[in-house]
């Protein structure tokens, strides 16, 4: 895992302060992370365009191209000229280096003027301390960037994502690659920023992470933090590995979905509550909670008006963890399922916004939401901390007791009906399996996204349906 921090100037400031590393040091080292990403890529006879902002983004990008200089050739064009002292410092440097060798293989642009013959494109306009809106001419100069034939790479964060991940105006600079200042921002992993981010590489400035970053409640989920339920040992038996119970309604594929997806994902024994002709033969039916369930798994396909007594009665009983999904939350019992120590709750985004409402949290709309995603998973679980929420989208949320867990490996091709009763049946087999709530998300959410991962490897991204993804995860 690795720490996410929505402001990395409060970082820069402390390195300032406290480490008494200046300012000036940390841009030659982010300048210098850039060149050493840059120059494989790099002959003679490259051109690169470098765009740069008036503030310390933009000098960041003119110390780049101090770097660059005299290795390849070179365009600037910096639209609103240079404003912070170190832009205007490294700006100075630049151009005087330049007039020393007569400007040989750099120019100064007054203007974007298309066609521009640029192999390479540096976005230094905004970076990472954008708020506010882009003007016509920001949107302008982004819309030629965009459609140049390129290798595109942004520098800290691609101008037009804000600070909070989200689009500033209409569109972004579209990266192949964003290279990342010191540590990783929160706005890079949100679901706006997603198709503009490319591929994000974290640049050091001088100084390991391990001292450079602050404890962080944000975390980013890498794929050594999987650890699937692979059986070591040998002298056991079916019971071993749990019993989970799937309750059936009235859409009874999505609970089947469930079953068969949390058998293949090492339950041991999975039986279905309700009445269903059928039914696959690796799958027990049950007209009542087995005495010896050891998890379950509650929504999907439930529809309205099922009874809930008999589940209600056994949980009095018995502290059995339960996974909660889709129609569930719609029902006006499901208030008293939050009082339990164990749950998981997996809504996509509209759901979300349901259990908001229910809960006296929030109303608002999906659109909201999904502008303010980390804040509002924040405020439910700090209504309740025993709850593990998982907020689906194109980076899954978990959430639980203030801190949050984003996985990155979201992927297009589960954007399919079907697709979260897939993860529901991976997420109940891990809790039947002895996994905590906690766990049981994190391993569940990086398993399904892997699952999409392997299958787009051989197949169209289209083309994937809950059954390919229950097959996939034999592979994971």
């Not at 974007?112 to 390479?120: M, S």
């Not at 679901?191 to 980013?220: C, H, M, N």
């Not at 309750?247 to 090492?266: H, N, T, V, W």
């Not at 759901?351 to 908001?356: A, G, R, S, V, Y």
Request: hydrophobic fraction near 40%; aromatic fraction near 8%.
């Amino acid at each position: 895992m690795k720490n996410l921090f929505f402001d990395t100037r409060i970082l820069d400031k402390r390195a300032n302060d406290e480490l008494l590393i200046p300012s000036e040091i940390l841009m030659e080292n982010a300048a210098r992370g850039m060149l050493e990403f840059l120059h494989p890529k790099l002959s003679s006879n490259s051109r690169i365009l470098l765009v740069c902002g008036s503030g310390d983004n933009g000098a960041d990008c003119l110390a780049l191209a101090r770097m660059l200089y005299g290795m390849c050739k070179l365009s600037i064009y910096a639209p609103f000229g240079a404003k912070s002292t170190l832009c205007q410092w490294q700006l100075d440097c630049l151009k005087r280096i330049a007039k020393a060798q007569n400007f040989q293989d750099i120019e100064f642009l007054e203007s974007l003027t298309p066609p521009l013959n640029a192999e390479i494109v540096v976005d230094g306009i905004f970076g990472a301390g954008f708020k506010g809106e882009l003007n016509a001419k920001s949107t302008e100069i982004l819309k030629i960037l965009n459609a140049m034939n390129a290798l595109k790479i942004a520098c800290d964060m691609p101008s037009g994502i804000t600070q909070n991940g989200t689009l500033g105006g209409e569109i972004a600079f579209k990266a192949d690659f964003t290279l990342t200042m010191g540590a990783l921002k929160v706005a890079l992993f949100c679901d706006e920023a997603k198709d503009f981010v490319g591929e994000v590489q974290q640049l050091p400035l001088g100084i390991s992470p391990a001292i450079f970053e602050t404890p962080s409640p944000i975390q980013l989920l890498e794929k050594s933090d999987f650890k699937p339920p692979v059986r070591e040992k040998q002298n056991t038996h079916k019971g071993d590995f749990g019993h989970l119970c799937v309750y059936l309604g009235e859409k009874q594929g999505a609970g089947i979905l469930c079953a068969l997806s949390a058998l293949q994902s090492g339950a041991g024994l999975v039986s279905v509550l309700g009445n269903t002709k059928n039914l696959p033969y690796s799958l027990m039916q049950t007209t009542e909670i087995p005495h010896n369930t050891s998890a379950i798994a509650l929504g999907m396909g439930l529809g309205k008006g099922q009874s809930l007594e008999s589940l209600f009665e056994f949980l009095h009983t018995r502290n059995v963890p339960l996974l909660l999904d889709a129609d569930i939350f719609y029902y006006t019992e499901f208030m008293q399922f939050l009082t339990l120590q164990d749950i998981i709750l997996t809504p996509h985004p509209k759901e979300f916004t349901q259990i908001l409402k229910a809960t006296g949290i929030a109303t608002i709309s999906t659109q909201e939401l999904q502008k303010n995603r980390i804040a509002y998973a924040q405020k439910f679980c700090s209504h309740y901390p025993n709850a593990t929420l998982i907020l689906k989208g194109a980076n899954t949320l978990i959430a639980h007791n203030q801190r949050i867990w984003i996985n990155p490996f979201g992927n297009n091709a589960l954007a399919k009906g079907g697709s979260g009763d897939v993860l529901s049946g991976i997420l109940s087999a891990l809790l039947t399996q002895g996994y905590s709530p906690l766990d049981s998300a994190i391993n569940g959410v990086l398993m399904h996204s892997f699952c999409a991962e392997s299958y787009c490897k051989k197949y169209n991204n289209f083309s994937l349906n809950p059954l390919d993804l229950i097959e996939q995860i034999r592979y994971i």
